[in-house]
């Protein structure tokens, strides 16, 4: 399928066969497409707007809207996840065979992160810490602060309220999800 390049939410190029990603802009898969990096697999939903970039010590992956499946093994770098509501880091894969697959939706006002199978991940946001385990999904979003429960946090100066919530993902979505990586996934 065509990949849309995206600056300033224009679309400035596109392409169709398998390229270097472009740095410094969005990317728009316009049909589902494949990533691989050094010790990650990718595979990005349709009409999803993101951009991978491989550090030193890390990759990079920003969410603006949409979803994205990786694949992680013990020796993959740190997943760097950016999305408009939470910037977080996959410090480790714990998995239970080779892999652990998992996933990050992002929307405006909330972000999932979730292990469809494989083990375990270690999920980093400043200096919280949550482990998320195969089944079972990271849901962080705008609190109300007049209904905060205890797991709602103030961040920055900007007074924004945040909850982190662990919770089962539906086996309906478990079930479609997990079918990106055995219809032919990288996973």
Known sequence: GKVSIVRDN??????????????????????????????????????????????????????????????????????????PMERATIGSAQPNGENVNGYVRAAEDATEIGVLGGGALEVEMGADRRSVFSGNKLTIAAADARKAPSGVKTVGNLGLEKSYTVEAIDTNTNDRLGQVFSDGGRG
């Open 10 to 83: 224009k679309v400035v190029g596109e392409f169709s066969q398998a390229a270097q990603i472009p740095e410094g802009y969005l990317l728009r898969c316009e049909d589902k497409c494949a990533i691989q990096l050094d010790d990650v697999g990718i595979e990005v939903e349709p009409k999803t707007l993101f951009s991978v970039n491989q550090r030193t010590n890390r990759h990079q992956l920003t969410v603006q809207h949409g979803t994205i499946y990786y694949s992680l093994t013990p020796s993959s770098q740190p997943l760097q996840l950016d999305t």
